[in-house]
């Protein structure tokens, strides 16, 4: 089992970057997938990114691409998600997750593990 924690949201204007981190607990992070999604107002929490446990491959979804990295240290137990170039449709409520399973999932059924989510707003 682990516990995330979520830290590093906040306000913005449009342009600008936040770097959102993800503190897990527990001995075996290192064994997790890890991934981003996001929830805004009245709509279903989406997917936004996701790692694989040894850190080697990606995965973003389409309106993120080049503009966030997500990234992690495993000696830290924290995930990453930099967050450039942000517009206004980019607010919501930031939450990661984890699971086990031995292939990377995009879909928000497929994580076992979830932090309680920081807020990003994003002023135009």
């Known amino acids: 089992q682990v516990q995330l924690v979520e830290s590093g949201g906040g306000l913005v204007q449009a342009g600008g970057s936040l770097r959102l981190s993800c503190a897990a607990s527990?001995?075996?992070?290192?064994?997790?997938?890890m991934g981003w999604f996001r929830q805004a107002p009245g709509k279903e929490r989406k997917f936004v990114a996701a790692i694989r446990s040894s850190g080697d491959r990606t995965y973003y979804e389409d309106s993120v691409k080049g503009r966030f990295t997500i990234s992690r240290d495993n000696a830290k137990n924290t995930v990453y998600l930099q967050m450039n170039s942000l517009k206004p449709e980019d607010t919501a409520v930031y939450y990661c997750?984890?699971?086990?399973?031995?292939?990377?999932?995009?879909?928000?059924?497929?994580?076992?593990?979830w932090g309680q989510g920081t807020q990003v707003t994003v002023s135009s």
């Open positions: 997750a984890a699971h086990m399973r031995p292939i990377v999932l995009v879909t928000k059924s497929g994580y076992d593990y």
């Open positions: 527990g001995r075996t992070f290192s064994s997790y997938v």
